[in-house]
């Protein structure tokens, strides 16, 4: 599934063409992506601008001219691109098969500046999925999430609050979507790794006394930040569907540290140890013995 920096990546690439776009047409091509389309949702698309392209944790957020939101979720292959235009910046892109068996979703476009477009959703799995809500309250989705990672609310003070006395690993405590969202397994043990925190570590032992983070949080909350906007800078990951306004791969997976790496050399300066590779809550979890602790 893509995580954060692959999300934002997409809204990035979208929002200069959907941005004050008003939706003249939509054209469902099946009745159902992951789930059923919600009721009269071509209807109640047609004649909405889009006011502006957001993100919310792993959530695609189109702001309608009348307050609602139109939720996209891209699953594993979902993706979106444009009919006679490549998207300047990245995005999660795939150029149309010949049979255009797997175009379910396609939306007619007039932008102020672009003109006329035609927006088309892809999936070829069918694991993302499309809602429309009155307002981001009324969301099950988006309830109770946790802070933006790349926002002022997500701190080591915070993270101290919610981690004390939580016996949870904390790959799985930053992985809980209503402690911090967007964080997906691939960035948490990049940002593991750079701060030397063994992923089984429990969560409480980041925290000291008075209820105060300890300097290895502290170190953490960076690292999460600046590898999600390494990520985002280079466009995201490509483990197998991820792909560019081009067609291209994302460019992180050639930076990875940690993830995917079972066996070789740690790349940590002065280190001697070998990556190893685990399994929790059935996600693997790769790390270096030796300099993480």
């Given at each position: ?196 925190i063994l992923p089984?570590?429990?969560?409480g032992s980041l ?87």
């Amino acid at each position: 599934m893509p995580e954060l920096p692959e999300v934002e990546t997409v809204r990035r690439g979208l929002a200069p063409y959907v941005d004050g776009a008003r939706i003249e047409a939509v054209t469902l091509n099946r009745k159902d992506l992951r789930f059923a389309f919600p009721k009269d949702f071509a209807k109640r698309l047609t004649g909405q601008t889009i006011e502006r392209a957001g993100r919310r944790a792993k959530y695609l957020l189109f702001h309608l001219g009348d307050g609602g939101i139109w939720l996209s979720h891209l699953g594993m292959t979902g993706s979106f691109r444009f009919e006679d235009r490549l998207i300047t910046e990245p995005t999660r892109y795939r150029e149309a098969s010949a049979d255009r068996k797997h175009d379910h979703v396609e939306i007619t476009l007039v932008h102020p500046e672009q003109g006329r477009m035609a927006l088309i959703y892809t999936d070829a799995r069918r694991f993302g999925f499309m809602d429309l809500y009155a307002s981001e309250a009324e969301s099950p989705y988006l309830a109770g999430l946790g802070p933006e990672p790349l926002s002022n609310d997500f701190n080591a003070e915070m993270l101290a609050a919610r981690f004390a006395g939580k016996k949870a690993p904390i790959k799985a405590a930053l992985l809980d979507q209503r402690v911090v969202a967007g964080l997906g397994n691939i960035y948490v043990s990049e940002a593991l790794y750079r701060a030397h925190i063994l992923p089984t570590r429990l969560a409480g032992s980041l925290v000291g006394k008075r209820d105060r983070p300890k300097p290895e949080l502290e170190a953490l909350v960076i690292e999460v930040r600046k590898v999600l906007l390494e990520a985002i800078d280079a466009g995201g990951s490509t483990l197998r569907d991820f792909r560019n306004a081009d067609g291209n791969s994302g460019y992180f997976q050639h930076r990875f540290m940690i993830y995917d790496r079972e066996g070789e050399p740690c790349l940590t300066p002065g280190c001697t140890g070998t990556v190893q590779r685990i399994v929790q809550s059935g996600r693997s979890s790769f790390f270096c013995p030796v300099c993480q602790h």
